[in-house]
């Protein structure tokens, strides 16, 4: 991706860009969720935060790439989250389209997002986004997920807290991750890391998207005749 640099200064038509500051933790098999709310909650008390956990959500994660995976080798990733219920107060939009540059778990990884009620074709969405414009976009991957959040906050600082749980179509469990994504405050990843370090034994730090553990996973169930 030549234009990576210029992509991190452009917006999805009518979104916005931020720059994407989280970290996120390999859940090993044995884990129970209680455990993982519990480590949570550790973490909370190491960083001097009240936690308020929320209602379980479930998505549909739509993946799209170039027949090539020229995003995917870029470490890019660009989908459509939908399952999102505004007149619940569930998400701006029925759908949100997500374009996503630059290095995970640093302070390089940009995020482009755009809301809409609409359910783009794969060319339409990658027109929303101007570095992917002139790319032939298709769909290549779904999978479900599940996400029980938290929220950990303090007068300094807001940090949301995610078990993420994703499943092939087939409901066959892929991978859990426990991300924490600083939300508001001067916390630096730096920071955050070593407020965790000791917190999850057994656990490592992720540091590729998950469009591409989604796409390994899958490929070694299939491989192994688990998949779909």
Not at 15 to 24: A, D, T, Y
Not at 176 to 195: A, N
Request: net charge neutral.
């Amino acid at each position: 991706m030549s234009q990576e640099p210029k992509s991190r200064n452009e917006t999805a038509k009518g979104g916005e860009s931020v720059i994407e500051r989280e970290l996120k933790l390999a859940v090993p098999d044995e884990w129970s969720n209680d455990k993982c709310a519990a480590a949570v909650a550790s973490v909370s008390t190491v960083l001097g935060t009240s936690m308020v956990k929320r209602r379980r959500i479930s998505r549909t994660f739509h993946y799209f790439d170039t027949a090539d995976r020229s995003l995917l080798r870029a470490g890019a990733t660009l989908r459509c989250v939908t399952g999102f219920s505004p007149e619940q107060g569930d998400g701006r939009a029925r759908c949100r389209y997500d374009y996503k540059d630059g290095a995970v778990g640093t302070d390089e990884r940009s995020e482009a997002v755009l809301w809409s009620d609409l359910k783009y074709s794969p060319a339409d969405v990658a027109r929303q986004f101007p570095v992917l414009a002139q790319l032939d976009i298709r769909k290549v991957l779904t999978c479900l997920t599940s996400h029980q959040k938290w929220t950990l906050t303090s007068e300094s600082v807001e940090i949301e807290a995610s078990l993420d749980e994703f499943r092939t179509i087939a409901r066959r469990l892929l991978f859990r991750e426990l991300e924490f994504e600083i939300i508001r405050g001067e916390l630096l990843l730096h920071d955050l890391r070593q407020s965790l370090a000791g917190l999850f034994p057994g656990t490592s730090e992720i540091r590729q998207q998950k469009y591409r553990r989604v796409t390994q996973t899958v490929a070694v169930l299939n491989v192994t005749g688990a998949g779909e």
